[in-house]
């Protein structure tokens, strides 16, 4: 499986953007993508998850409501909407593929695939 995030970029307070991640490959219904952040000098973080069937997603509490994940079956992407940005949602965004996804996990080490990484900043 090979992923590519784009969409990131600079945007104000208060605004939005749309993260795609693209899977190429062989993706089962087992197969969950998640999405994870990592601002410098911190830790890699979960943000938000989805079976790759749609079924079932699952979010950081610091994005609930605010953040919202799909899949796209025409194109095989898993998008993530993201509005309402604060400057602390500054980071390098990264999707990943977890071969085993019920339940859905938070943990990066427990994803199996990962993509290369899209830059978001959010201005205040």
């Known amino acids: 499986v090979q992923l590519q995030a784009s969409g990131g970029g600079l945007v104000q307070a208060g605004g939005s953007l749309r993260l795609s991640c693209a899977a190429s490959?062989?993706?089962?219904?087992?197969?969950?993508v998640g999405w994870f952040r990592q601002a410098p000098g911190k830790e890699r973080e979960f943000v938000a998850a989805?079976?790759?069937?749609?079924?079932?997603?699952g979010y950081a509490d610091s994005v609930k409501c605010r953040f919202t994940i799909s899949r796209d079956g025409a194109k095989s992407t898993v998008d993530l909407q993201m509005n309402s940005l604060n400057p602390e949602d500054t980071a390098v965004y990264y999707c990943a593929v977890d071969r085993s996804a019920w339940p859905l996990h938070t943990r990066w080490d427990e994803y199996d695939f990962w993509g290369q990484g899209t830059l978001v900043t959010v201005s205040s």
């Open positions: 989805i079976r790759w069937t749609g079924t079932y997603t």
């Open positions: 490959g062989r993706m089962y219904s087992t197969y969950g």
